[in-house]
């Protein structure tokens, strides 16, 4: 691909169904290059026609300087805007979600981070659905390390929307950097645009959903330490008349506004870099797996009939059954290599019973269908695994045996002792779990022990601390 230019992510068909560019996605975060460093993904939402193409254009000349080992700036004085298109007018220009191509490498320290810059369909665009609109903004809240939402002078209904969405799904992954939102305002009536200006906006958005008390999560997103309002002018009427977007024709008051907030954009990206659930930097190479699960889950809505708990339900639901199916692999990655293939494939029947009861237990909501499909996905994947790993299992087991002539009586009770072991193993990093340990050993190596309930209990423990 051409090293520069936007290419598109995802997009909707007219009745909401979400579609994403495949090879786009490969080219874009598996480029060996890059894969490896921390991703950093700086999105903007927001009413068509508000400028947000023109805000990530100079977001981009200011990345490029960076990238370089260059000062900030945002560009010469007579060089036209170019970028994500863009025009002045009320037409919206960006159908679906739109990225650059590559991404800018910051270096922090002796750290690279790639920096994925992305612009995002209008919440009012695509004629008018609604249903398009917010899963499109929903996939950038999903993914976002700092999500802008261009407002208008008041926030609105649909924005309410997505601020809601976004507090739900930072309850999920608590153990990740929380996503940094901007109330970016445009022009901004009022000749002063500072701080406080700013947080009165913010209050007296506050105050407006406090009265109609629709919107509780909303206020809370308002309230977050992580959500900050900032206010730009009206850019004048040279910029808009024009069309080229540069720097000489913009007002005074509004360039100074844009730089500071810019500014203070790219400066962010080394203090935001998403974690993961296990504390662990997030790369570019994991990306194309996190688009997958978020298109699957935003499947699961009818937006203009779903409310956000049953959005946030079903999102935690469904990275609870990706980590029971990561602790499963996990769980037979570790196995002994000299125990009876008979033993090993009880073992792993045991652990899968015993992860499956623990979703019944753990599951969110109380939509049964869904969870029972959950269930039934998760049974079958977990089955697949097991069958796959017993087959490979048993076949290199009749290898060692023909190699080293052990006998099967020797490797039964070799089995026992190897399944005692694993055990005591497994339940020593439960801290939940760590008084009984003794007992559950105890339990082994007298015959006694019911390692479907030690199995469950463990895993119990586990998502509940």
Known sequence: MDPDQPVKLASTDESGHLYLYKDIIDQCFLNPRYSDYPAYLLCVIGEKRKGKSFLMNYIMRALRSLEIGGEFTLGEEEEPLTGF??????????????????????????????????????SQDIGGNREACIKLSALSLFLGSRLIFNVSSSLKETELDYMEVRELQGTVDRSTVRLNLDLLVRDWHNSQCNDKQAQSYITREMEYIKKSNLYPLALWSLQDSETRCFLLPHPGKKITKKGKGRLKDMDEDFRESLGNYIHYVVNGVRETIWNDTCGTLLTCKQLPSMLEVGITILHCFNITTCNN????????????????????????????????????????????????????????????????????????????????????????????????????????????????????????????????????????????????KTGATAMLSRFLR
């Open 85 to 122: 298109e863009w025009e002045s007018g009320t037409d919206s220009t960006t159908k679906g979600i739109w990225m650059w191509n590559r991404p800018f490498i910051l270096t922090d320290e002796d750290q690279k981070i790639a920096v994925f810059v992305l612009d995002t369909e209008g």
């Open 309 to 452: 708990f049953k959005m946030f339900y079903t999102i935690k639901n469904e990275k609870m059954k990706e980590e029971i199916e990561g602790e499963f692999r996990e769980f037979l990655k570790n196995q002994s290599s000299m125990i009876l293939p008979s033993t090993m494939r009880s073992e792993a029947s045991k652990m899968c019973s015993s992860l499956l009861e623990a979703f019944r237990f753990l599951v969110h909501g109380n939509n049964v269908s869904s969870h029972n499909a959950l269930l039934k996905e998760l049974e079958k994947n977990l089955l697949e695994e097991q069958e796959k790993f017993c087959e490979n299992y048993a076949s290199s087991f009749k290898l060692k045996v023909a190699g080293v002539g052990l006998t099967a009586a020797g490797l039964g009770m070799y089995g026992i002792v190897g399944a005692a072991a694993r055990a005591g193993a497994s339940m020593a990093i439960q801290p939940a779990v760590a008084v009984g340990q003794r007992a559950v050993a105890s339990e082994v190596m007298t015959g006694a022990v019911a390692l479907l």
